[in-house]
């Protein structure tokens, strides 16, 4: 169903089908999502452990590596499943794959921050869809919403991720501190009844 005539940059037409546009949206969504996710992963990481010194030599590295496979299409792949987003797609809709299902979630925290930023301080604002946003106290509360659904997924996108490496690295743990405690004469004690 062609919608309009559209010129490109360079006095191009071509037609835009509902469809089309909606790709167009869905693809501006995710790439601000994508940048955004960063940013959000980044402070939902440094508040859930306030006392590490990231930026330190010890730790430096580790924050890297702990945000990239916390934004990594598995893991976003993961939330996807855990918040069963798939039953809000059309059943004949089958995605293969993480990259589909972390697409998605990029589009959600991209349509959330920038519903966040629209609501901010306006009083009324226009969307791309032309739809007018409330204004006052309830446009207010949709941006205070739009906050704390972003950082809800931020946790839970972190702690899905811990999750997923916390089973096999336990054990490990143990062991490694059952050693350290046997070889500290001061708990001499332990090694009896450990």
Not at 99 to 126: F, N, Q
Request: aromatic content about 6%.
């Amino acid at each position: 169903e062609a919608l309009s005539p559209a010129r490109n940059e360079f006095g191009e037409t071509s037609v835009l089908t509902k469809r089309s546009r909606n790709v167009v949206e869905f693809e501006r969504l995710e790439y601000i999502g994508d940048a955004m996710w960063g940013a959000t992963t980044s402070a939902r990481i440094l508040s859930l452990f306030p006392g590490k010194d990231w930026l330190g030599m010890d730790f430096g590295w580790a924050f890297g590596i702990l945000r990239d496979n916390i934004e990594s299409n598995v893991n976003l792949g993961a939330v996807y499943d855990c918040l069963d987003v798939g039953r809000l797609l059309p059943h004949d809709v089958q995605l293969g794959g993480d990259k589909p299902k972390a697409d998605i979630m990029e589009s959600i925290c991209g349509a959330l921050h920038v519903l966040a930023i629209t609501l901010r301080g306006s009083s009324c604002a226009a969307t791309s869809i032309e739809h007018a946003l409330p204004s006052g106290a309830l446009g207010h509360s949709l941006h205070n919403l739009a906050r704390h659904l972003l950082a809800e997924l931020g946790d839970l996108t972190v702690l899905i991720f811990l999750h997923s490496i916390l089973p096999p690295v336990l054990p490990m743990v143990r062991e490694l501190a059952i050693g350290r405690l046997r070889a500290d004469p001061a708990i001499g004690y332990l090694n009896a009844t450990v």
